[in-house]
């Protein structure tokens, strides 16, 4: 094992953490689910061969199953106890394959009035899944159908299973900004660190042999630009700084507003990316009556994703939202509508990639 | 053990079915489970202390040389051929063998001052085996892929290998080994079922060392 990549680990029961931590906060009330993020991802990162089926960013509709299938339910991480579950490697089809398709046989074969556009898998079978194939599908019965939309990247988590498992010491936790990488030098492919990742975020690229994952765009973000999932993102939601920077949006919405909220705290990683969780429109009845004491996304649902936090975040959101609908000050909701583009959401990261 | 000269070409040395195998003798290595507690990381030992794995008993190793090559014939039970690396789950079948780099070296994967040279064939390189140098668990390192040219064979529930290579390399890096007649020098092996999901320290091996001694 190499032994010089302390930071992320626990060695004799203390978890030695980084000088300081680079974090984003997702502003789920601002997502409209247009998967841009995915998209300047894929662009920047994803494009050589081997890495068709990776989606380092992805955003899944909730309630559902998820990027891979069921990945709630597949364990990995730590336990109370602190030690780490066993879990399992998602297949390509539970990630959702890069479909191939008869484009030939349509557009070139003669054949476009007699059949029609057939997505198949790496196998060469005809998917039953793919990596957003629940989308906009969400949960509850009509008329209070609900979803809602859940971005998700690696975490950069503080106690990172993928590292700790890996039996090659391949994967490390920057000192400086907290940043997980895996060193493909290193890497041989074993692939321990894609079961162990609760968040199931790791892709296997079969044709370099190795494991690869978001990065957190270390190359942009070293030069002062952020991340391209967050520049890029219409919806303005992903926020991006240093937890210790009180003057930053990460600071207060994370430590002073406290609204910022991990995903799946239990899973024991603590994880670096955080949630302003929903607020739920309220229940109708069949005659399109409004009861605003019901919420259409049941609390318990967004506590098992969130944490016991939720009502007290969600009711702070409404009171705030309250003052300022009524012209008082709020700095929280000035934090969360991002008035200056880029300054006020990721004012490290505020240079233009273009002038690079 | 001995390396018998043989006075044959690189294809018939090379060749699993060739006549020049059936007639050397083998000698039968027993393996054993690497254990769970051997396992480098918490992660691998919590997943694998209650699975099997490194179930292959028994390795048939047979080795000659001729003029100028040096070939060890491996042969296993391994009722299903696992050659594909495309799905997340697949991981080929692979074997291993391991030559101390000095006296001390441990017999699993070597130490610190105390490097091992492994080579190193797996089923979706069925033509060829790696040569790897490690000083301990997790940090083994490629030296060359190309030096040790392989033929493999799936029949019958059972793989035979042949790894052969060149008595000397012309321009050895640190840790390659080189073989000259009347040498005496030692080795053990591992074997992985890629079907069971084998990988990295979840494999057999033999936790003895095997000696072998060149012919003239």
Known sequence: MNEKNVVGRELAGTLNKPNRQLAMVFDLNKCLGCHTCSISCKRQWTREEGMEQQWWAVVNTQPGLGTPKNWEDIGGGWDAKGEPRPSKIPTRDEFGDAWKFNNDEVFHGGKGKVTYLKPVTTKGEAPDWGPNWDEDEGGGEYPNSHFFYLPRICNHCTHPACLEACPRGAIYKRADDGIVLINDKQCKGFRFCMEACPYKRIYYNHVRDVGQKCIFCFPRVEKGVAPACARQCPGRLRFVGYLDDENGPIHKLVHKWKVALPLHQEYGTQPNVYYVPPISPPSVDMNGRVDPSRPRIPQDYLEGLFGPRVKEVLALLEAEKAKKSKGQPSELMDLLIVYKWPNDIFPDFVRDPAEL | ?216
């Open chain 2, 1 to 216: 053990m001995l390396v018998r000269r043989v006075d044959v070409d690189a294809a018939q040395l090379g060749d699993p079915d060739g006549g020049v195998w059936r007639a050397a003798t083998g000698e039968v290595v027993s393996l054993i489970q690497a254990p769970a507690a051997m396992q480098p990381t918490k992660y691998i030992a919590a997943k694998w202390q209650d699975k099997p794995y490194g179930q292959t008993k028994t390795l048939v190793v047979k080795a000659l040389r001729n003029a100028g090559e040096i070939a060890f014939r491996l042969e296993w039970q391994d009722k299903t051929k696992n050659e594909r690396r495309i799905e997340n789950t697949d991981f080929p079948d692979a074997v291993a063998m391991l030559f101390p780099l000095s006296e001390q070296s441990p017999l699993i994967m070597g130490g610190e001052g105390a490097p091992v040279s492994l080579w190193y064939w797996r089923a979706d390189y069925p033509t060829r085996a790696r040569n790897d140098v490690a000083s301990g668990i997790g940090t083994s390192q490629v030296l060359d892929a190309e030096s040790i040219a392989a033929q493999a064979k799936h029949q019958d529930g059972r793989w035979s290998v042949v790894l052969r290579r060149s008595l000397r390399l012309e321009k050895p890096l640190d840790g390659t080994l080189q073989f000259s007649a009347g040498q005496v020098l030692r080795t053990t092996f591992a074997v992985w079922d890629g079907g069971n999901l084998e990988r990295a320290g979840i494999k057999a091996f033999s936790p003895s060392w095997l000696e072998l001694t060149l012919d003239a």
